[in-house]
């Protein structure tokens, strides 16, 4: 454990508090005691804290990652690199995109193959939006061909 440190809380089977206004995002750091402390990250910099002692009652620490290990990846890029290797932190459950930041490790390389995977997928999307706006031309089209023709009746 240290200073940086991101977890979340892996419940026990029948434990839990309420999401409301909880992350479980949890940053670790030291108080002056030399206590180890676990600030939620749902309010960002402040809101309800943990001790070691409480996340034993609840369940267990899952490591998400280290703060000083990673480093930011706008979110256009993120779809650069493997999903494996992307970490979301949020705050306010990612409400708003001022709420969420994402993260790969420091180092961590562009994934070609992800990114071919990525441009196929938008590809066939574009491709069914073509097909969709072929359609829809001709639709419009014959309408305005009955209208030409003096069916006024047509609905568009």
Known sequence: MKEGDVY???FKEGTSISRHCF??????YQ???GEWMFLDRYWGISGQSFTLARIAELGTLELICNKNEVEPVHKYDIC??????????TSQHGCCESCRAW????GTPLDKETMLAVLRAR???EKCNVQSSMQAIQRLS?????IEAGNL????
């Not at 650069?80 to 932190?89: A, N």
């Not at 993260?103 to 420091?106: E, F, G, H, L």
């Open 31 to 33: 108080t002056k005691a």
């Open 142 to 146: 014959d309408k305005y061909t009955q």
């Open 23 to 28: 992350e479980n995002q949890l940053e670790a």
């Open 153 to 156: 009746k047509v609905t568009f």
């Open 103 to 106: 993260y790969v490790k420091t």
């Open 80 to 89: 650069k690199y493997k999903p494996e290797d992307r970490i979301l932190l």
């Open 8 to 10: 979340r809380i892996i």
């Open 123 to 125: 590809i066939e999307t």
